[in-house]
C-alpha cells in the first residue's frame, strides 16, 4: 500500500515551489494530534492520502513505524491486501507526554 501511495506520489504534477523539510518529529506530532481527535481507528490510507510531498511520506511512515516501536499505536490488517489501519494503545498519551524522549528523529 505505501509503495501505491508513493508510486502516486510521483506521478502527480508538481510546482516546483521551494518546499520546507518535514522530520519525522513533526509527523510525530501530526500524528499525535490526529490520533487524539479519533475515537475509532483510521485508516493508514488516509493518514497518508494528505501528504503532499515525497519526503513527507517518508517522514510520515518512519513517523507511524517509530510510534509503532514506541507501543504508542498499533497498525492492524485483518486480511492480506485488506486496508490497515491505525489506532492508539492505552499508553498513548504517557508515550506522548513522557516517551517522545525516547523517540528517533535522526533519519537521513
Given at each position: ?14 510546482i ?22 479519533e ?13 503532499r ?56
Amino acid at each position: 500500500m505505501f509503495r501505491d501511495i508513493l508510486e502516486r506520489a510521483r506521478n502527480r504534477p508538481v510546482i516546483n515551489v521551494e518546499e520546507d523539510s518535514v522530520t519525522v518529529g513533526q509527523m510525530i506530532q501530526f500524528l499525535s494530534r490526529r490520533l487524539t481527535m479519533e475515537d475509532k481507528p483510521v485508516a493508514l490510507r488516509r493518514l497518508l492520502s494528505h501528504t503532499r510531498s515525497e519526503r513527507a511520506l517518508i517522514a510520515m511512515f518512519l513517523a507511524l513505524l517509530e510510534l509503532v516501536r514506541l507501543q504508542a499505536i498499533l497498525l492492524r490488517q485483518d486480511r492480506a491486501f485488506s486496508e490497515i489501519s491505525s489506532r492508539s494503545t492505552p499508553g498513548f498519551e504517557s508515550v506522548m507526554n513522557d516517551g517522545l524522549a525516547n523517540a528517533r528523529d535522526d533519519w537521513r
